[in-house]
């Protein structure tokens, strides 16, 4: 006990020590973490090492009870404009928020949550994170979708138990046979086909993926400067064919990070539908590139170009779909063609935020992967692994790819 004690306040020193440096730094400016994804993971893991250090594991088990209540109040806010409805400046009274939205006050007042409680006036108001949800923006919709979007993922993690009697304890491989579809009752359905049925639900999901694209990097410390080193050495080829490309978030990141990379000589490739809406918005950026509507599940269509990027794509499908969209890009690959593999790479053990996007995705048939799983799917796709380009303070990763 007396050597578990010591190696506590052992540990809670050395961290208060590293607290107090990162304060300096962030007082003198070193340090801004509003604009640093990497120092702002480690002052977060620094954090949650010193509360890890005292909790005990029903401590644990505890907090988990509050969350779920926590994020269903805030879709059901979200849903209702309660929060739009509260000042900016100031606080409302529950009383008049609840007139503003068309509720009776006792319900606003049993799921208000993050927000400033002020009980002596019986007011609400905005706290710096409750003003994100104001309006239908990224995050408001990352809070639908991605954690408490309950009309999709909770009843797929509901449907979970029941999904494995039927179809045994094994991953989901098919994307016609997720739990997501069977929760749905509309097995032989893609994720995608489902969502679509509704608009406002794809709406909300492009709007979460837009704020989650804004954590990953499109290269990160990939250097593709040699592709435009190579550009002159055959006039007539592709230099980058941007599969699954959505509207072109990835590929305008690229160029902006590859100075010299010809865009007229650079494919944006989608689904048709996909990569109509992509041309509407007309983006100058992209302007030059050429826009190909395709299915990545069939054949690809652009033959012996230099590089394939494939963003975070292949974790929304289980390994036999992942090898044959692979597959379609190997056949199209030549002797010094890469394949560019953006995705999370987990670790063993994965981070919590990894082992959590690895559950979600098993909803809706895919999965988060180790290197060695892509090093799996990449072999039985006729592919090598040449090298994982990571990127700091976080899992996202480039794995670079070439023909076996």
């Not at 997501?180 to 049925?197: C, F, P, R």
């Amino acid at each position: 006990m007396a050597n578990e004690r010591s190696d506590i306040a052992d540990k809670l020193e050395s961290l208060a020590q590293q607290l107090t440096e990162t304060g300096k730094c962030i007082r003198e400016g070193r340090i801004t973490l509003e604009s640093s994804l990497a120092d702002r993971v480690k002052l977060l893991s620094a954090v949650k090492e010193v509360a890890d250090s005292v909790k005990q594991p029903s401590d644990e088990i505890m907090e988990m009870l509050p969350m779920f209540a926590n994020v269903v109040a805030i879709r059901l806010f979200i849903k209702w404009k309660a929060f739009e409805n509260i000042p900016t400046n100031g606080a409302i009274s529950y009383k008049d928020l609840a007139e503003k939205v068309g509720a009776e006050a006792n319900l606003i007042i049993m799921y208000y949550t993050d927000t400033d409680h002020k009980p002596a006036s019986h007011q609400v108001a905005h706290t710096r994170r409750s003003q994100l949800y104001t309006t239908l923006n990224p995050m408001s919709a990352v809070m639908q979708v991605a954690s408490a979007r309950f009309d999709d993922h909770l009843p797929s993690f509901a449907a979970m138990p029941e999904y494995f009697d039927k179809f045994g304890l094994k991953e989901p491989t098919s994307r016609h046979e997720t739990i997501y579809a069977y929760s749905m009752d509309q097995l032989g359905s893609t994720v995608w086909e489902i969502m679509n049925k509704h608009e406002d639900r794809m709406r909300n999901f492009m709007l979460a993926m837009d704020a989650t694209d804004q954590n990953y990097p499109h290269l990160g410390s990939y250097d593709l400067s040699w592709v435009v080193s190579k550009a002159s050495e055959s006039e007539g080829r592709m230099l980058l064919v941007d599969v699954g490309g959505g509207k072109g978030q990835a590929i305008r990141g690229v160029l902006k990070a590859t100075p010299g990379l010809p865009s007229h000589r650079c494919v944006l490739e989608d689904l048709p539908e996909v990569v109509e809406a992509a041309k509407k918005m007309a983006d100058p950026a992209l302007s030059d590139i050429k826009f190909m509507g395709m299915d990545f599940h069939g054949k690809q269509p652009v033959r012996g170009a230099l590089v394939y990027y494939l963003r975070r794509c292949l974790h929304d499908y289980g390994d036999d779909e992942c090898v044959g969209i692979l597959q379609s890009i190997s056949d199209a690959m030549v002797a010094d063609s890469r394949l560019l593999i953006l995705e999370q790479v987990m670790s063993n053990p994965p981070s919590v935020t990894a082992a959590a996007t690895d559950i979600f995705m098993a909803g809706i048939g895919g999965k988060e992967r180790t290197l060695d799983g892509f090093r799996d799917i990449a072999g039985r796709a006729g592919l090598k692994i040449l090298g994982l380009h990571g990127n700091p303070g976080t899992d996202a990763a480039v794995v670079e790819c070439a023909k076996a």
